[in-house]
């Protein structure tokens, strides 16, 4: 295993630790940048990492198109049931044309043993994991 100055340069940029830090998790982790910044990284940011992630895989079903809402649900209760066109009814409620990021908060405030479905019109369900 080579740990070479690119690859301790690529994990301080990406986490802002020192070069003893950097170095150090890189040899931890064998040498693979993307480990050794997963070993820095702060517990809430790869959180906000996993909800953005979610939020993306939840924006690309809808831009497939024929869908007709998004559910979250937790322990079996649907929690959360946004119809696709919520900017239309978010103006009315206040929501305010930000839809996916009141997604996001709802799952960062539940946590992540949520269950996102994607409702299609035709009634079938697409699970987002």
Known sequence: MQITLEAVEKVMELTGVDYSAAKEA??????????????????????????KETVDKIKAKVKEGNVDKVQISKDGEIVLSLPVNVGIIGGIVGLAAAPWAFIAAT???????????????????????
């Open 26 to 51: 890189l040899v931890a982790a064998d040498g693979d940048v993307d480990e050794a910044v997963k070993s820095i990284m702060p517990e809430d940011k790869k959180d906000n990492d996993k909800v």
């Open 107 to 129: 799952i960062a405030t539940l946590g992540f043993g949520c269950k996102i479905e994607i409702v299609k019109k035709d009634g079938s369900t697409d699970e987002i994991e």
